[in-house]
């Protein structure tokens, strides 16, 4: 999960951007580089932890969504935490049998809600 994030949402969506601006305004040290791409990785990774989080928990009020991580099947912050680390051979079956196959707002959903 944490290389997806790192090359996919925090160095794609936030260091390359201000990367770009940063070039565009004529910054050439590469320490000013640096520097703005340690901090803009870790709030990319910040930002994927919490956009799983909200899309598992948030509602569509707040989100503007109904969130879909859990039916397509993402290999989310909650997912890997979850099913690598905490839950039991009787939780994993649960996503071996649910995960990416339950409709949303269903209790084959919310079961896997409350596993993580």
């Known amino acids: 999960w944490e290389l997806i994030v790192k090359y996919k949402t925090a160095f794609y969506s936030f260091y390359c951007s201000v990367a770009a601006g940063m070039i565009m305004s004529g910054i050439t040290n590469v320490?000013?580089?640096?520097l703005a791409r340690e901090i803009?990785?870790?709030?990319?990774?910040?930002?994927?932890?919490?956009?799983?989080?909200?899309?598992?928990?948030?509602?569509?009020?707040?989100?503007?969504?109904?969130?879909?991580?859990?039916q397509d099947k993402k290999c989310g912050w909650l997912f890997v935490h979850a099913?690598?680390?905490?839950?039991?051979?009787?939780?994993?079956?649960?996503?071996?049998?649910?995960?990416?196959?339950?409709?949303?707002?269903?209790?084959?959903?919310?079961?896997?809600k409350d596993i993580y």
């Open 40 to 70: 803009l990785i870790i709030m990319g990774v910040y930002f994927q932890a919490q956009d799983d989080f909200l899309d598992c928990y948030g509602t569509p009020e707040e989100i503007g969504k109904i969130g879909t991580d859990i």
């Open 31 to 34: 320490k000013e580089y640096n």
């Open 83 to 112: 099913f690598g680390h905490r839950c039991s051979l009787e939780e994993k079956k649960v996503f071996w049998d649910h995960y990416g196959k339950c409709k949303v707002q269903t209790p084959q959903e919310q079961r896997i």
